[in-house]
Nanobody, 122 residues
Framework: QVQLVESGGDVVQPGGSLRLACVASGLNLDTYTIGWFRQAPGKGREGVSC????????HYADSVKGRFTISRDRAKNTAYLQMNSLNFEDTAVYYC???????????????WGKGTMVTVSS
């Protein structure tokens, strides 16, 4: 049974940092494209970052470029999203997802976690 479990969400002040983790079981993350998505209250789910390790491609949404970094730990079968300089607009539920495809389309991901809440509040 495949599971993706996110953790690391919290309440943080503007300008703060968080690191989200996505632990995978039942699949080898190394062979999948990994995506981080988020869904703010009342809005649709949007892509934040996408990493295709096999071809060495990483993409970020314009709104997070220079602030967020996606990474992986092969030994732990875990993906991470380091988030710095957080602002109010980053408040959302963050999801990790995996796909056998080369890109991260919200409708094309094979597996999803249940999400972790990030709240940026003063």
């Amino acid at each position: 049974q495949v599971q993706l479990v996110e953790s690391g969400g919290d309440v943080v002040q503007p300008g703060g940092s968080l690191r989200l983790a996505c632990v995978a079981s039942g699949l080898n993350l190394d062979t999948y494209t990994i995506g981080w998505f988020r869904q703010a209250p009342g809005k649709g789910r949007e892509g934040v970052s996408c990493n295709n390790r096999l071809v060495g491609q990483t993409h970020y949404a314009d709104s997070v470029k220079g602030r967020f970094t996606i990474s992986r730990d092969r030994a732990k079968n875990t993906a991470y999203l380091q988030m710095n300089s957080l602002n109010f607009e980053d408040t959302a539920v963050y999801y990790c997802a995996a796909t056998g495809l080369s890109g991260c389309d919200v409708y094309g991901m094979d597996y999803w976690g249940k999400g972790t809440m990030v709240t940026v509040s003063s």
